[in-house]
């Protein structure tokens, strides 16, 4: 592939510390130092312009059985409003998974973590991933209400095979690591318990969320996975949930844990409403923990659908669904729950939500901490981080938003006295650097040579969200795949994957297990390449140890 | 290699893809139909549809869209056979001919054993089955089987609803003895599974239903095993569902998908003349078109046995049986490769349509 160089242009790459005017060149899909004595066989004048990395998105829902479900539930969700450009099938089908890579990659996001796989239903979320174009894909593989685990956990056996099994389950699932969502309380819902705090006690198991999250984020470590255990924690979205948060964060043993989604957890119950912000009292505790990272799962006003793993979340929100359906799946371990929502700016509950979210983002100092997500679909689509960024590049903006909130809400958060503004390099920590610190790569998120040649480049201006919108240039692997906001072809991106190492004996044991419960081979979950579409899906990553 | 004949004579497999192409770049508005295909074949399909501008539809759309119709009107609860089998403590098998749509399923759910997990573990299982056919039920020993006509079962299924929240029906003392006999069954059940096909119930039967499962959940758990249709409904469904948002009937006329389940629905498109040309695929077991016009240009993917004498036909392997083939299992709910059982070198229908496409430029449409 030709030497290639974009001229001039000024370089926001935190990984490097670099922050001003220069070049950045590649060849063969990765970035090289200037060459010696060559010259490019293409320059490109980006002067005026921003160079950053392709962002990652670290969490959002964007393929699998759950969100397919979505699809179907709600085709008023989504229908289809302009025929697509030349040599982009499917790519205005709204909400598909082709539309999905081309509105990623026309923001200049290039790797795309899906964080809710389930391990039964693996393949499918990996075919999804084959029809999402142009962008790298990886996904997070749920475990924490699966008979298997718990099991473990009951009989009190040793750390070694919970750590084979995390690390088999992860290599056969062909993830990037764990994710928990609800602890025990998925399960517990299967036995009818309507509501599952950090002590509650799984019925029949005899554990409580705290012990199974705490022994799967011990065996994160322990087999070398460089992503914390993903935790979704319990009491989701429910007033006063500020304190399951705090308690989740002293019981997390300075270990590593990543909290998914923290808006959703930043409630107290202050007011007459009873419910109020605690972003601050969060951010506060996130600051001096700095073994925790979040992501924020910000509200932004919009019709949207809600897709979790948390079944007993979504079950108790079926009755504020609107418009009123939903689809309440009790799989073989977590299952999902789909239950369609509006966020309404006038609306006193999501006024908070949307401030509390703010909050997080603004008070927690490390922007290599805090990432951006909206938890996608479920605080709001992706495809309104370009107002996010704006909001959280201008105060401006926040105080014209805070002016048509309903008045109340401005007393029960402190985001009015809030001034701080994001910088550019602040969002490239949040969105690039940081993110892919996060999961352990080291040719992603950075510019620096031997990089891979993921890279957005935005033309500044007064609109910041067109800016983020639509990125002037994108490179993916080197291959020019947007230009002006357009995407112009696709390119196949590939699915990340690490491959923790483990005991093989393992496998004989889950394969009896399989056979006695389910009568069933466990192969059937498997995911073979003979299943994809594509011989060269799969991409992997290295582990930390 | 596969075999492809025009109207009975045997004509080469590149000159049958690329007359394949011809007709379906030649018409105005080209149908994709049957769509009996693994989802590698769904996906091919899918995209030489949204290619042509032409639309796609499934053979036993009938039957999948009455689930997802209750679906996204109403709302759903599911759960896994998995789950089914080894937590439910309670079964209700609903409408005739369950075994003969899903023929492991007795095996799978294996009813006539307690269940393993849960609060009704070593408890042996209760089985309702409402309208059995023939002597189904004889296999679960202890069902108790309470017979209807299908045309009755959303009835009875609205008399167990209504008399579950305490109103009164119009029937005669003892019906509703038996009635709330059932109910009280249901309502002390502790994870309760409903299992049904659509293709013996209508929307309104499978919406009582879910009807019954949600108002059962204010007090217990009670969830749904529906049983999906024939020739791979279920996988190209979910295909579809990614890469269009939508279920087949779903046209790209107007250069994006639209969904419309009376507009897309292949004999209507046909017998109207709305379609002018037709690629039929059903390679599972040959399942002929069921609209009635004859004079349609009409390519069709099928195993040699299936081949029509008329028309365009080309032969391909059956899904998971000559070839490996991705389907949705019932068994697990979930998608899964089925390796070959008894390989030959027909080619997949994905493979022939991969052939076709390949003579399908981007510029023969636009």
């Given at each position: 592939?030709?030497?290639?160089?974009?001229?001039?242009?000024?370089?926001?790459?935190?990984?490097?510390?670099?922050?001003?005017?220069?070049?950045?060149?590649?060849?063969?899909?990765?970035?090289?130092?200037?060459?010696?004595?060559?010259?490019?066989?293409?320059?490109?004048?980006?002067?005026?312009?921003?160079?950053?990395?392709?962002?990652?998105?670290?969490?959002?829902?964007?393929?699998?059985?759950?969100?397919?479900?979505?699809?179907?539930?709600?085709?008023?969700?989504?229908?289809?409003?302009?025929?697509?450009?030349?040599?982009?099938?499917?790519?205005?089908?709204?909400?598909?998974?082709?539309?999905?890579?081309?509105?990623?990659?026309?923001?200049?996001?290039?790797?795309?973590?899906?964080?809710?796989?389930?391990?039964?239903?693996?393949?499918?979320?990996?075919?999804?991933?084959?029809?999402?174009?142009?962008?790298?894909?990886?996904?997070?593989?749920?475990?924490?209400?699966?008979?298997?685990?718990?099991?473990?956990?009951?009989?009190?056996?040793?750390?070694?095979?919970?750590?084979?099994?995390?690390?088999?389950?992860?290599?056969?699932?062909?993830?990037?690591?764990?994710?928990?969502?609800?602890?025990?309380?998925?399960?517990?819902?299967?036995?009818?318990?309507?509501?599952?705090?950090?002590?509650?006690?799984?019925?029949?198991?005899?554990?409580?969320?705290?012990?199974?999250?705490?022994?799967?984020?011990?065996?994160?470590?322990?087999?070398?996975?460089?992503?914390?255990?993903?935790?979704?924690?319990?009491?989701?979205?429910?007033?006063?949930?500020i304190d399951t948060a705090l308690a989740t964060i002293d019981a997390a043993q300075g270990l590593p844990l990543h909290l998914a989604h923290v808006q959703f957890y930043a409630y107290g119950k202050e007011g007459k409403n009873g419910f109020s912000s605690a972003g601050a009292l969060f951010a506060e505790k996130i600051n001096a923990n700095n073994n925790v990272s979040v992501d924020v799962g910000q509200v932004m006003f919009s019709d949207t659908v809600t897709i979790s793993s948390d079944v007993l979340k979504q079950f108790n929100s079926l009755p504020g669904a609107i418009p009123k359906k939903g689809a309440i799946f009790d799989g073989d371990a977590n299952g999902g729950g789909i239950v369609p929502y509006v966020y309404k700016i006038s609306n006193y509950y999501n006024a908070i939500q949307w401030a509390a979210g703010l909050e997080l983002f603004l008070l927690i100092e490390n922007p290599e901490q805090v990432f951006f997500t909206t938890d996608h679909p479920n605080g709001g689509p992706f495809t309104t981080y370009p107002e996010l960024f704006a909001l959280l590049m201008s105060a401006d903006l926040r105080a014209q938003y805070l002016s048509r909130l309903p008045a109340d809400v401005l007393e029960h958060t402190t985001l009015p006295s809030i001034s701080r503004e994001y910088t550019l390099y602040e969002i490239a920590q949040m969105s690039r650097s940081g993110a892919a610190k996060l999961f352990g790569f080291e040719d992603r998120g950075r510019l620096g040579a031997g990089a891979v040649a993921d890279i957005a480049v935005y033309k500044p201006g007064r609109d910041v969200a067109g800016m983020f919108r639509r990125a002037s240039y994108v490179f993916k692997d080197g291959n020019l795949v947007v230009r002006d906001g357009q995407v112009s072809h696709y390119t196949r991106g590939k699915t990340l994957h690490i491959r923790p190492r483990y005991d093989r004996q393992i496998t004989k044991r889950l394969d009896s297990y399989y056979d006695d419960l389910y009568g069933l081979p466990r192969s059937i979950f498997d995911v073979p390449d003979a299943a994809l579409p594509h011989k060269d899906a799969f991409a992997e990553v290295p582990c930390r140890i | 290699m596969g075999t492809a004949t025009l109207d009975g004579k045997a004509i080469a497999l590149d000159d049958a893809y690329r007359h394949a192409a011809k007709i379906l770049t030649g018409a105005a508005f080209p149908l994709i139909a049957g769509l009996g295909a693994d989802v590698a074949g769904a996906r091919a399909a899918i995209l030489l549809a949204e290619r042509l501008k032409g639309a796609f539809d499934h053979l036993a759309s009938r039957e999948t869209l009455?689930?997802?119709?209750?679906?996204?009107?109403?709302?759903?609860?599911?759960?896994?056979?998995?789950?089914?089998?080894?937590?439910?403590?309670?079964?209700?098998?609903?409408?005739?001919?369950?075994?003969?749509?899903?023929?492991?399923?007795?095996?799978?759910?294996?009813?006539?054993?307690?269940?393993?997990?849960?609060?009704?573990?070593?408890?042996?299982?209760?089985?309702?089955?409402?309208?059995?056919?023939?002597?189904?039920?004889?296999?679960?020993?202890?069902?108790?089987?309470?017979?209807?006509?299908?045309?009755?079962?959303?009835?009875?299924?609205?008399?167990?609803?209504?008399?579950?929240?305490?109103?009164?029906?119009?029937?005669?003392?003892?019906?509703?003895?038996?009635?709330?006999?059932?109910?009280?069954?249901?309502?002390?059940?502790?994870?309760?599974?409903?299992?049904?096909?659509?293709?013996?119930?209508?929307?309104?039967?499978?919406?009582?239903?879910?009807?019954?499962?949600?108002?059962?959940?204010?007090?217990?758990?009670?969830?749904?095993?529906?049983?999906?249709?024939?020739?791979?409904?279920?996988?190209?469904?979910?295909?579809?569902?990614?890469?269009?948002?939508?279920?087949?009937?779903?046209?790209?006329?107007?250069?994006?998908?639209?969904?419309?389940?009376?507009?897309?629905?292949?004999?209507?498109?046909?017998?109207?003349?709305?379609?002018?040309?037709?690629?039929?695929?059903?390679?599972?077991?040959?399942?002929?078109?069921?609209?009635?016009?004859?004079?349609?240009?009409?390519?069709?993917?099928?195993?040699?046995?299936?081949?029509?004498?008329?028309?365009?036909?080309?032969?391909?392997?059956?899904?998971?049986?000559?070839?490996?083939?991705?389907?949705?299992?019932?068994?697990?709910?979930?998608?899964?490769?089925?390796?070959?059982?008894?390989?030959?070198?027909?080619?997949?229908?994905?493979?022939?349509?991969?052939?076709?496409?390949?003579?399908?430029?981007?510029?023969?449409?636009?």
């Open positions: 592939m030709a030497l290639t160089v974009l001229r001039g242009g000024h370089i926001v790459d935190p990984a490097t510390g670099q922050d001003a005017i220069g070049d950045v060149w590649f060849e063969d899909g990765r970035i090289v130092e200037r060459p010696e004595g060559r010259s490019a066989d293409e320059e490109i004048d980006v002067s005026g312009h921003i160079v950053m990395a392709g962002a990652i998105d670290i969490h959002s829902h964007i393929a699998g059985g759950n969100v397919n479900t979505a699809r179907l539930l709600l085709p008023e969700l989504h229908r289809a409003i302009r025929a697509r450009l030349a040599d982009t099938p499917l790519s205005t089908a709204k909400w598909s998974s082709y539309e999905t890579g081309r509105l990623y990659a026309q923001m200049g996001f290039t790797t795309v973590v899906e964080p809710a796989m389930a391990p039964h239903h693996a393949l499918q979320t990996h075919l999804e991933f084959n029809d999402a174009p142009i962008i790298d894909k990886g996904a997070l593989t749920v475990l924490g209400n699966d008979d298997f685990l718990l099991g473990m956990l009951r009989d009190g056996e040793t750390d070694g095979a919970i750590n084979d099994y995390v690390a088999q389950t992860v290599e056969n699932t062909r993830s990037l690591g764990l994710k928990c969502i609800n602890p025990g309380g998925v399960e517990a819902f299967k036995e009818n318990m309507r509501a599952f705090g950090l002590d509650d006690v799984v019925p029949f198991y005899g554990l409580t969320s705290r012990q199974i999250f705490q022994a799967l984020q011990k065996a994160t470590q322990a087999v070398g996975i460089a992503h914390p255990l993903h935790l979704h924690m319990n009491n989701l979205g429910l007033a006063g949930n | 009455a689930d997802i119709d209750v679906k996204r009107s109403f709302g759903m609860f599911t759960t896994t056979a998995n789950e089914a089998r080894i937590r439910s403590d309670c079964v209700v098998l609903v409408g005739p001919g369950l075994t003969q749509a899903w023929p492991g399923m007795l095996e799978r759910l294996a009813l006539d054993e307690p269940p393993r997990r849960g609060a009704q573990a070593q408890h042996p299982r209760k089985v309702i089955w409402l309208e059995p056919e023939g002597d189904e039920a004889s296999a679960v020993p202890g069902a108790k089987v309470i017979t209807a006509s299908v045309q009755e079962l959303s009835g009875v299924l609205a008399a167990w609803r209504a008399r579950f929240g305490g109103r009164p029906v119009a029937l005669d003392a003892e019906k509703v003895s038996l009635i709330d006999g059932l109910v009280e069954t249901l309502r002390s059940a502790r994870f309760g599974v409903f299992v049904w096909s659509a293709s013996s119930l209508d929307p309104l039967a499978i919406e009582m239903l879910q009807g019954l499962v949600t108002e059962l959940n204010a007090t217990t758990r009670f969830t749904g095993v529906h049983i999906g249709a024939r020739s791979g409904a279920s996988g190209v469904t979910q295909a579809a569902g990614w890469m269009t948002g939508f279920p087949p009937r779903t046209g790209f006329g107007r250069g994006y998908p639209e969904h419309d389940p009376w507009r897309f629905e292949a004999s209507r498109l046909v017998d109207s003349g709305e379609a002018d040309a037709a690629l039929w695929i059903s390679a599972f077991d040959g399942e002929t078109p069921a609209w009635s016009r004859a004079d349609i240009p009409l390519i069709t993917l099928a195993p040699a046995q299936a081949a029509p004498s008329r028309g365009l036909f080309i032969e391909v392997g059956r899904p998971g049986v000559t070839h490996d083939a991705v389907l949705m299992s019932q068994e697990t709910g979930g998608m899964t490769l089925r390796r070959a059982s008894a390989p030959t070198d027909a080619p997949s229908v994905a493979l022939a349509i991969g052939a076709i496409m390949a003579e399908v430029s981007e510029g023969a449409w636009r």
